[in-house]
């Protein structure tokens, strides 16, 4: 046997075992790895939370700020009435 | 330019008409008690919220709808109140920067009352017909109050806020320091 005939030999075109077309699409499928949807979940949930918690801080402090505001300005109304009240006692007092 | 002038032109009366409670700062550290409050619009927009959301049976909600009311065309409230274990402890002369804003053309004093050592003098900014505001000095040997009040305000219905009693918030006795 010469040299070309071992090539043709070698290189002669060979029909695939039966099934094979399925078996390489088969492993294809099996070795692709899967995306991995937890770190997405997470993220989204992470964002969630956090704007979540955002909300709620600025809205409890808005909260405490006015609370606050709100018993400033009854003490603030209730001196500014004590003070007027004594102020036309003292006037009326005076006239009379 | 010119308009940025004009604009500062318009708005320096009622600036100047602002009534700034100054020279106290040092009598806090000699009280024994004191009362410094100071809110502005955007506070009292915020307290006026908050006293709308409570009270829920009809008193209370009276009560807080009555102080919201007075709250309402208020644009600014400064409170100094001290009290004193010992007289002497603040001078006339501290009240004279207060009394010099208050000798401004817009300011009137309604009430004067002088007796040997205490003095309450109340003082109304009136525009249009409506009172615009509003200064109590109250001099006693142990107790210095100033109230300066800007904005709209019934004098009828502030006279009558302590009748309400406390509303439905709880509210603490004039202890200590607030703000």
Redesign the interface.
């Known amino acids: 046997m010469n040299l070309d005939e071992e090539l043709r030999s070698a290189l002669r075109r060979e029909h695939p075992s039966p099934r094979f077309a399925e078996r390489v699409v088969a492993r294809a499928q099996a070795s692709r790895a899967p995306k991995p949807a937890m770190p997405r979940f997470i993220w989204a949930v992470a964002i969630a939370a956090m704007l979540v918690i955002g909300f709620t801080s600025t809205y409890e402090y808005?909260?405490m700020?006015?609370?606050r505001?709100?018993?400033?300005?009854?003490?603030?109304?209730?001196?500014?009435?004590?003070?007027?009240?004594?102020?036309?006692d003292?006037?009326l007092r005076?006239e009379n | 330019m010119a308009w940025i002038a004009a604009c500062a032109a318009a708005q320096l009366p009622a600036q100047l008409l602002q009534l700034r409670i100054t020279g106290l700062d040092g009598l806090a550290s000699k009280a024994s008690e004191s009362?410094d409050?100071t809110?502005d619009s955007n506070?009292?927009r915020?307290?006026?919220?908050?006293?709308a959301g409570?009270g829920n049976d009809a008193k209370d909600g009276k009560d807080a709808s009555d102080?919201k009311g007075?709250?309402a065309g208020l644009k600014a409230?400064t409170?100094r109140?001290y009290q004193f274990k010992e007289t002497g402890q603040y001078r006339k002369e501290d009240l004279e920067p207060i009394r010099a804003q208050l000798r401004t053309p817009g300011w009137n004093k309604i009430?004067?009352?002088q007796?040997k050592d205490?003095t309450?003098?109340?003082y109304t900014r009136i525009e249009k017909g409506k009172v615009v505001g509003?200064a109590?000095i109250?001099a006693e040997p142990k107790e210095l109050?100033v109230?300066a009040?800007e904005g709209s305000i019934d004098?009828n219905d502030?006279?009558?806020?302590?009748a309400l009693g406390?509303?439905s918030?709880?509210?603490?006795d004039?202890k200590g320091k607030?703000?």
């Open positions: 808005r909260q700020k006015a609370e505001a709100s018993r400033d300005a009854v003490i603030a109304l209730r001196i500014a009435s004590e003070k007027l009240n004594l102020a036309r003292k006037a005076r | 009362v409050i809110l506070l009292l915020m307290a006026g919220g908050f006293l409570t102080i007075l709250i409230i409170v109140s009430i004067s009352s007796s205490e309450s003098e109340i509003f109590i109250a109050t109230v009040i004098l502030l006279s009558k806020l302590k406390v509303p918030i709880p509210v603490p004039k607030q703000q």
